[in-house]
């Protein structure tokens, strides 16, 4: 048992092989996946694959990249698309310091569109962080203070202190297929600390293939090499592990039913 806690299963990529896809995730033990939003006129493409595939779930939000597209979006905006069952989460969102695609005052303030959607709905918090670590910290913790949210730092590679912060809320960190790669040790000896019902995993799909898929796309199924290693650093079984991270998906993102996992077997 293992869950894709992120993925992008929308993009361009996947559309010409996308059965093929699902199967082979299914057939390595994956059975459940959230396919995040990107941009929030993405969300419909979203929710097709999530009302063909019991098992898959979306969220809504925009991406900080994507950020000056959306200059007058607004938290109702993105409160008005969880409607839907298979809505469990707001994101992701974020800031990204490192390719700066938009304006950081305008991802800032998208940020902040976000966090109140997430405290409006109950609905957990995705975020995306790259060389933003203090400004991540001050923006969510003034957030959180005024009233607190749940949510998780998806495919982190942050450092100890933003991995501390984030305990600290409440967050969950997700491990990505970054921490197969060789130059991540320091990431690897963040993820060996963490409290472990803290910890989830993901593919990032289709960015980011773990050894020993590195260089090709990535996709739901690959998520299995990203939880071997983290048994691996951990010192743990990886059928423990699995069950651990599944668990604490679902803890998280309370809006995903049992249904879809016992679908997910009997179609």
């Keep these: 048992m ?10 361009n990529d996947f559309e010409e092989d996308i059965e093929e896809i699902i199967q082979r995730a299914k057939e390595n033990g994956v059975n459940m996946i959230l ?4 941009n929030i006129d993405e969300l419909d493409k979203q929710l097709e ?3 063909k595939y019991p098992f898959i779930y979306a969220a809504v939000g925009v991406h900080p990249h994507n950020a000056q597209e959306y200059p007058n979006l607004t938290a109702a905006d993105l409160i008005s698309k969880t409607s839907h069952k298979k809505v469990i989460g707001i994101g992701e969102t974020g800031l990204d310091y490192y390719y700066d695609y938009a304006p950081r005052e305008m991802q800032i303030k998208l940020l902040n569109e976000h966090i109140i959607a997430a405290q409006e709905t109950g609905l957990p918090l995705i975020i995306h962080n790259r060389e ?3 400004d991540m910290i001050a923006e969510l913790g003034r957030a959180y203070k005024k009233k607190p949210f749940s949510g998780v730092i998806h495919c982190f590679s942050s450092g100890q202190k933003l991995a501390d912060f984030a305990l600290e809320i409440g967050f969950y960190l997700s491990a990505s297929g970054m921490i197969t790669f060789n130059k991540c040790g320091e990431l690897r000896e963040i993820f060996a600390k963490l409290p472990i019902d803290r910890l989830l995993v993901e593919t990032d799909s289709p960015f980011l ?3 020993p898929k590195r260089g090709r796309r990535n996709e ?5 090499y990203t939880a071997e290693k983290l048994a691996q650093i951990r010192n743990m079984d990886f059928d423990k592990l699995a069950q651990i991270t599944s668990d604490n998906f679902c803890n998280l993102f309370r809006k995903a039913s049992d249904k879809g996992r016992r679908e997910y077997y009997h179609d």
């Design 35 to 38: 396919n995040a939003g990107n």
């Design 2 to 11: 293992l869950v894709d806690s992120h993925c992008h299963l929308a993009f």
């Design 49 to 51: 694959l999530s009302e």
């Design 220 to 224: 739901p199924s690959f998520v299995k």
């Design 209 to 211: 293939a773990p050894i």
């Design 132 to 134: 933003s670590d203090e």
